[in-house]
């Protein structure tokens, strides 16, 4: 795990962010703060008519509680995910830049709705950017099949 922190350069954020006396998991208000945060966002990128699409059949309580395990272990909480690395998971999938962007832009809103106040917002989504230099693709061949029966998952921007 302190690897893949590292690798994501977000190691000094994450210092810096626990020196602040607590970790930030805690001074978030642990985990009910993240499946609030969480149900919201999800909630979202399930109605967004582009991204929406990259979530067809895959049930959508699993994966928000899947998130709130994954970052609750990035901010600092207990070790509890299961599931695999971003890297893995999305190997299959077409994200462009543009595509991050609207997610990232989908957190910063649910951030918003939820309340959550400065350092902790701005902490949350510099975290969550760390992602984009390891998830983002130039083309639809750098994709590749997690299994054999893999599809790749590639969208249009819907008009
Ligand atoms: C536009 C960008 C993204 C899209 C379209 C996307 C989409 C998805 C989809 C469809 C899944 C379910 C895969 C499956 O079960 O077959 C998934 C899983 C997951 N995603 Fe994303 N994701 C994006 C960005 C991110 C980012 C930035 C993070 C982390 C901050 C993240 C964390 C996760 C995690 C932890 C899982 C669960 C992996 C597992 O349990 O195997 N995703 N994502």
Not at 130 to 158: E, M, P, Q
């Amino acid at each position: 795990m302190k690897e893949y922190i590292a690798d994501l350069g977000i190691a000094a954020q994450l210092e810096q962010a626990s020196s602040r006396g607590q970790k930030l998991f805690e001074r978030l208000g642990g985990r009910p703060t993240l499946d609030r945060v969480h149900k919201i966002f999800y909630e979202k990128l399930y109605a967004h008519s582009w991204i929406g699409k990259y979530f067809e059949g895959i049930d959508r309580e699993l994966i928000t509680n899947q998130q709130s395990d994954f970052m609750g272990m990035l901010f600092g909480g207990p070790k509890i995910f299961s599931g695999r690395m971003p890297i893995d998971a999305h190997m299959h999938m077409m994200i462009t830049a543009e595509l991050f962007e609207v997610r990232h832009g989908l957190l910063r809103e649910s951030l918003a709705e939820s309340k959550i106040n400065e350092p902790e917002f701005s902490e949350w989504l510099a975290v969550d950017a760390a992602f984009k230099r390891i998830l983002i693709k130039k083309s639809v061949d750098d994709c590749k099949k997690r299994f054999n029966t893999d599809d790749i998952v590639n969208h249009l921007k819907a008009c």
